[in-house]
């Protein structure tokens, strides 16, 4: 496992790969790995011939007074868990690398202003951004986002197509702790009482489930029995829940297809996020 920190070398590295017809796989990461990134390195490893992870903690996709500078950063530990996966190349580039001077982003219009796009509007021109930046560095043929990130990933995909990236996007399930709670680098925020608390968001979202399949259809009705049962684990801040058409991310006021439900709140300062699909 090499790890590179500049860009022209990683691209001059790509480029010989495509020469030899390599496949190059990519997953990016702000580091801090858990079992959620694992999986999908894990996945990644399959599909190709070389495989690329990158660490860095964007700095533009985190809005004032965010989490940016305690954001834990554990490379030492990362490598490790990275090398048992079998990756090639980490590539770990410095913020002066990546944004010295850099006047350009990219923004997809109208999906980044909604859900997690109100309380944070700057997060996901930072997103899309690093994402193309790192998509013309690393040349991958396939990246694995998570779907952990659904907005996100619905986000990238779009950006790919209008863009036109010659690049294959897939998602992956969402990995949780034993009790349900989606995995985060944020979790290591939380005690062990905010833990239990924050276990109920995935309880809300399987009930939510349940009860669509059983015939509700009023999205007022499933709103509200989220609601009561995260407010009845004392969180008391709910920062979002909706439900969209899982096709294209519009809010909808009837349930008839694929929806996808989501979720943020706040337990305590730490802010977290999760959603399910379902398909009726
Ligand atoms: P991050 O390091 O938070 O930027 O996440 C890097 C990638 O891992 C993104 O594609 C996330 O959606 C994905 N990811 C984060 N948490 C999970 C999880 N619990 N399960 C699956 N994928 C995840």
Redesign the pocket.
């Known amino acids: 496992m090499r790890t590179i920190t500049d860009i022209k070398e990683m691209q001059n590295y790509s480029k010989e790969q495509k020469r030899n017809r390599k496949i190059i796989a990519f ?6 790995l ?4 694992i ?2 390195v894990k996945t990644a490893k399959r599909k190709c011939d070389i495989l690329v992870v990158s660490l860095f903690v964007n700095p533009t996709q985190f809005g004032a007074g965010e989490d940016f500078d305690s954001y834990p950063r554990i490379f030492k530990e990362d490598i490790i868990k990275l090398e048992r996966e079998g990756v090639d190349i980490i590539f770990y580039p410095s913020e002066k690398e990546m944004y010295e001077n850099s006047k350009t982003s990219v923004y997809v219009d109208e999906y980044s202003s909604i859900l997690c796009g109100i309380s944070r509007p700057s997060h996901f021109r930072g997103v899309t951004t690093v994402v193309a930046k790192l998509f013309n560095i690393v040349k991958p043929d396939i990246v ?6 659904a907005q ?2 619905f986000i990238i995909r779009k950006m790919v197509k209008d863009l036109n990236f010659d690049i294959t996007i897939e998602t ?5 702790e034993s009790n349900g709670l ?4 944020r979790n290591s925020y939380l005690t062990d009482i905010q833990r239990k608390q924050a276990s109920h968001i995935y309880k809300s979202l399987i009930g939510a489930k349940d009860l669509i399949r059983n015939g509700e259809r009023d999205i007022e009705n499933i709103k509200n029995y989220i609601c009561k049962i995260i407010k009845d684990s004392g969180i008391e801040k709910i920062e979002y829940i909706e439900i969209v058409d899982d096709n294209n991310f519009n809010l909808i006021d009837s349930i008839n297809g694929s929806v996808r439900i989501l979720i943020a709140i706040y337990v305590g300062k730490t802010r977290l996020i999760d959603n399910i699909k379902v398909d009726v």
């Open positions: 997953v990016p990461t702000m580091g801090n858990h079992a959620g990134h999986s999908l694995l986002f998570g779907e952990k990130d996100q990933a992956r399930e969402i990995i949780r989606a995995m985060s680098s």
